[in-house]
Nanobody, 118 residues
Framework: QVQLVESGGGLVQAGGSLRLSCAAS????????MGWHRQAPGKQRELVASIRSGGSAAYVDSVKGRFTISRDNAKNTVYLQMNSLKPEDTAVYYCAARTSWNGQYDYWGQGTQVTVSS
């Protein structure tokens, strides 16, 4: 199984930037598809960015052009670069992993808080 640990969250003013990191344990990181999710208080968790094992990425409309997901398989790490942050981006951000043959994310990190002040 995969162990995931997020870091890089914090408090930032609107318009600022943060880079989240997700460090994965295990021997098979490179074969996993990875996703960044977020959950704001009182709201449902949503997938905001995903990246396949091959490197192709996808984003929810609300973050397109502002967020970039990337991975470094040599470091067993996936990143989420967040630019032009908005107060609506405030949430706990979770890293998750899935296999190519599963549609759901089965492995989750503990989350890291991102707070964007207005």
């Amino acid at each position: 199984q995969v162990q995931l640990v997020e870091s890089g969250g914090g408090l930032v003013q609107a318009g600022g930037s943060l880079r989240l990191s997700c460090a994965a344990s295990g021997r098979a990181f490179a074969v996993y598809h990875m996703g960044w999710h977020r959950q704001a208080p009182g709201k449902q968790r949503e997938l905001v960015a995903s990246i396949r094992s091959g490197g192709s990425a996808a984003y929810v409309d609300s973050v397109k052009g502002r967020f970039t997901i990337s991975r470094d398989n040599a470091k067993n790490t996936v990143y989420l670069q967040m630019n032009s942050l908005k107060p609506e981006d405030t949430a706990v951000y979770y890293c998750a992993a899935r296999t190519s043959w599963n549609g759901q994310y089965d492995y989750w990190g503990q989350g890291t808080q991102v707070t964007v002040s207005s």
